[in-house]
């Protein structure tokens, strides 16, 4: 099982990215799938989750709204579209997955396979 995280960089205040998490090894389609983000110093925190099979998504109270998580059964990969970035968003973004996950899985230790991570930097 592998997880590709990638689309990281450095962006002004206000601007956006996209990240993009390739998977492989696995029946992706039957994953929930999730972003967390690690600052320095700091725990990994959840940033957002989408579910296996119903389309739904979840997101931490300091993204929802600027933040959207989407996925693509047929490309096996999940993404997270960032808008209006701040200086805190700045962090170490990693993608998971959780067999048979909904959007309710928020925790670190409920998912089963984590991606390398990339690197968001935004600066003010």
């Known amino acids: 099982v592998q997880l590709q995280a990638s689309g990281g960089g450095l962006v002004q205040a206000g601007g956006s990215l996209r990240l993009s998490c390739a998977a492989s090894?696995?029946?992706?389609?039957?994953?929930?799938m999730g972003w967390f983000r690690q600052a320095p110093g700091k725990e990994r925190e959840f940033v957002g989750s989408?579910?296996?099979?119903?389309?739904?998504?979840s997101y931490a109270d300091s993204v929802k709204g600027r933040f959207t998580i989407s996925r693509d059964n047929a490309k096996n990969t999940v993404y997270l579209q960032m808008n209006s970035l701040k200086p805190e968003d700045t962090a170490v973004y990693y993608c998971?997955?959780?067999?048979?996950?909904?959007?309710?899985?928020?925790?670190?230790?409920?998912?089963?396979?984590w991606g390398q991570g990339t690197q968001v930097t935004v600066s003010s």
């Open positions: 989408h579910s296996w099979s119903s389309g739904t998504t």
């Open positions: 090894g696995y029946t992706f389609a039957a994953y929930g």
């Open positions: 998971a997955a959780k067999k048979y996950g909904s959007s309710w899985y928020r925790s670190v230790t409920d998912y089963d396979y």
